[in-house]
């Protein structure tokens, strides 16, 4: 889910350290573009930076990004066997900056595309909720607190910008496109207070969606994508606009 947010830790972290002066932090790594192994050090300099960006960077517009907060999720009706509308509010998510593995990034400096990947163990978010619909034939309705648990995500994120030149003269990255595919390993659903509290009624329906949950998944699972995209770009590209690509990533350290 980093969304994604996460693995664009260390670009967010230049971005914010050239802000302040054109030099980062002493305790944050740099990666020069003629390094012949950039990519691995781009990878170690994200792990590196992803716990530094727990409680965001609140004077460049970088909000804190654990927990993290979604108004409104949406999720339609479909045609397959999940027919459901499901309304999420008030999502609160945790645990997305915890013992996160970046097993991959790479980045293309002449055609500005970085392509990451990164293993969350755990993400847990929590919610209001609201639903109708039929699951795998069953109805479902109801409204009330919620829990999804998503383990040992895998998130696969491709970033695509343009470059532009200001009047200074330098170089910026104007973000056109976020990308992100969530694949977790297994998912747990509860929701509480389903078919007006009937508790057996609410527990079948709970136990099916989870003996079930790959084919939920497929649903709800575009919907979270799309919401971290959104969550990502909005202040990524407001900090790349303002800072030069190559005080990003400079030539040579």
Known sequence: MKCHILTAALLLLCAAGSTRGGK?????????????????CLRLAVQD??????????????????????????????????????????MTTTKILDDVKVSKVRFDYDNLVLEATTITPVV?????????????????????DSVVNLFDVTTDLVIK?????????????DIQSVIAKLTPKRMEMKMENLFNGDKQLGETMNRVMNDNWQQVYA?????????????????????????????IYPQKL
Request: hydrophobic share 35%; with cysteine.
């Open 24 to 40: 980062l932090p002493p305790n944050i790594k740099r990666c020069a573009r003629t390094d012949p192994n950039v990519n691995e």
């Open 49 to 90: 930076a992803l716990p530094k960006l727990r409680d965001g960077l609140p004077k460049l517009g970088l909000h804190r990004l654990d927990p993290l907060v979604i108004d409104e999720l949406r999720i339609s009706q479909g045609t397959g066997p999940i027919n459901m509308d499901l309304t999420f509010t008030n």
């Open 124 to 144: 847990l978010a929590k919610s209001k909720y609201s639903v109708g619909g039929r699951v795998l034939l069953l109805p479902i309705r109801g409204s009330g």
């Open 161 to 173: 910008g343009k470059r532009i030149t200001k009047a200074d003269g330098k170089d910026y990255l």
């Open 219 to 247: 649903e709800v699972g575009p919907s979270f994508a799309q919401a971290y995209q959104e969550l990502f770009k909005r202040p990524a590209r407001a900090l790349f606009l303002h800072v030069p690509i190559d005080d």
